[in-house]
């Protein structure tokens, strides 16, 4: 199988992939692409959309990563990144759904506002990746990347504050499905390589950090993604932070 991955470094559902990717023992060469400059590269490649991940697969275009997580299972179905049951398969769906629509943009956001904050951080995001020029280039002319990708993503006061009221729900969603056996069972699935990495990134916040690790949804990252790269010291306003102070959490 030929398979071709374009990512950005540290991207959550780019790392979703490769972990997708993996659990199917599907060898392939992954293309780092910097932020906003990868929406160039995806054209000139021929893919129609703008974001990755994005994967050519023998001579197929495919993008985003539920999309992808299909391909994969239709090109190569054992392992299976799906349960067979089909009650199971739709809770597994629902997960999966909600790690993508609800649960990944909420963290996108809380990670560009800090960086838009202090662009230090940026560099560990990189570590290890190949971007073409050397990263001490790359973080040198971060600023109006970091600019327009915090635009693109909305990452602006308003939706940084919403998006960190918003996670204890979020958190306890996923508490929930751990709870029913939906996510990081005994042979892992879709949804828990969708949601841990959204968990690993946000594990990578040192103010999130102390949310998340101590509970179910916690273990599920460190389990998935004990490697996520980069690091992010505390930046955000101690009152945003209020909300994911309430409560103790359940213990993993
Ligand atoms: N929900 C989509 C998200 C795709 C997405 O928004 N990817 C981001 C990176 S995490 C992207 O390509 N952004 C373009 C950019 O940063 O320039 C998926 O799971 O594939």
């Known amino acids: 199988m030929n398979a071709h991955l374009f990512v950005i470094p540290a991207s959550h559902p780019s790392i979703t992939v490769e972990l997708m990717l993996d659990h199917k023992g599907i060898a392939y060469k992954r293309t780092d692409l910097l932020p906003v400059i990868s929406k160039a590269v995806l054209r000139a ?41 089909p009650a199971q398969r739709a809770a597994v769906e629902e997960a999966e759904r909600f790690g993508d629509e609800e649960l990944q943009h909420p963290v996108r956001q809380i990670l560009w506002w800090s960086i838009k904050r202090d662009k230090t951080p940026l560099r560990s995001y990189s570590e290890g990746a190949k971007l073409g020029l050397p990263i001490g280039l790359a973080m040198k002319t971060a600023a109006p990347i970091v600019a327009l990708s915090a635009r693109f993503n909305e990452a602006d006061d308003e939706h940084a504050r919403n998006a960190l009221a918003a996670l204890p729900a979020l958190l306890q969603r996923v508490d929930d499905w751990i709870g029913a056996g939906v996510l990081n069972g005994e042979t892992l699935n879709a949804a828990d390589f969708q949601i841990a990495t959204s968990l690993g990134l946000a594990l990578t916040l040192d103010d999130l950090r102390p949310a998340i690790e101590n509970r179910p949804a916690g273990a599920l990252a460190k389990r998935v993604v004990p490697d996520y790269p980069g690091h992010t010291p505390p930046i955000l306003p101690p009152a945003w932070l209020e909300p994911l102070r309430g409560g103790e959490p359940a213990t993993a």
């Open 45 to 85: 490649a021929g893919f129609p959309g703008v974001t990755v991940p994005a994967l050519k697969i023998d001579g197929a275009k495919v993008q985003g990563s539920r999309q992808i997580a299909r391909e994969l299972e239709r090109l190569r179905p054992e392992p299976p990144l799906f349960p067979s049951d």
